[in-house]
């Protein structure tokens, strides 16, 4: 009769171990998904810090407002432990609204292997997110790294002079993430650039 107790409680740990084991699974999943559907609900909504990324939005005969100006920072961050280094070229330029920018990323690929990877941009404060505009930046699309190899990105950007008189400093973060399992389905690699 000893025999009994001890085997339902077997089975019972059993099945407890078999449910945290699906538990961790369902985490580490989630976790794993969190970026592409935080960039995919943002991108749908239109909110967090997401800034125009049509280059058809850029006006003709834009006016400059130098009679102010403001501070952008940059910012990156490599997501998990993906073997990257990823870095802006200048941490901050000052700008007048109207005025366009030039700015480059540095990324290298210390993985030991060729990966796809994507940035996700964000913009603060919130509020002056809609203002500031990317006519050409390397976060449009997913890029393609061999082993070893570097880049220069650019982020070509301005700020629309209607920005509230109240906003003197911006900050454009990116967040670099290993987009392998999400590669786009017509993608080739051509010459070492992405043809789309």
């Known amino acids: 009769m000893t025999d009994k107790p001890q085997d339902t409680r077997q089975q019972q740990n059993k099945k407890l171990l078999f449910k945290l084991g699906i538990g961790v699974l369902l985490m580490f999943g989630f976790c794993y998904l969190l970026v592409p559907l935080y960039s995919?609900?943002?991108?749908?909504?239109?909110?967090n810090g997401r800034a125009t990324n049509d280059p058809t939005l850029v006006p003709n005969g834009m006016?400059?407002?130098?009679?102010r100006t403001i501070k952008v920072e940059f910012n990156a961050v490599v997501?998990?432990?993906?073997?990257?280094?990823?870095?802006?070229?200048?941490h901050f330029?000052?700008?007048?609204?109207?005025?366009?920018?030039?700015?480059?990323?540095y990324a290298r690929n210390n993985t030991g292997k060729g990966i796809t990877v994507q940035a996700i941009p964000s913009i603060t404060p919130d509020a002056a997110a809609k203002y500031l505009k990317k006519t050409q930046c390397f976060c449009f699309t997913q890029q393609y790294f061999f082993k070893g190899e570097k880049a220069d990105?650019?982020?070509y950007f301005y700020i629309d002079p209607a920005v509230p008189k109240d906003v003197h400093d911006m900050t454009l973060s990116y967040t670099l993430f290993?987009?392998?399992?999400?590669?786009?389905?017509?993608?080739?690699?051509?010459?070492?650039?992405?043809d789309l």
Do not use: W
């Open 79 to 90: 997501h998990g432990k993906l073997g990257f280094v990823f870095k802006p070229l200048q």
């Open 63 to 67: 006016k400059i407002d130098k009679t």
């Open 178 to 194: 290993d987009a392998t399992h999400y590669i786009k389905k017509k993608q080739k690699h051509i010459n070492d650039h992405i």
């Open 153 to 155: 990105m650019p982020v």
């Open 40 to 47: 995919l609900l943002c991108s749908e909504a239109g909110i």
């Open 93 to 105: 330029v000052y700008i007048h609204p109207g005025q366009s920018k030039l700015v480059y990323y």
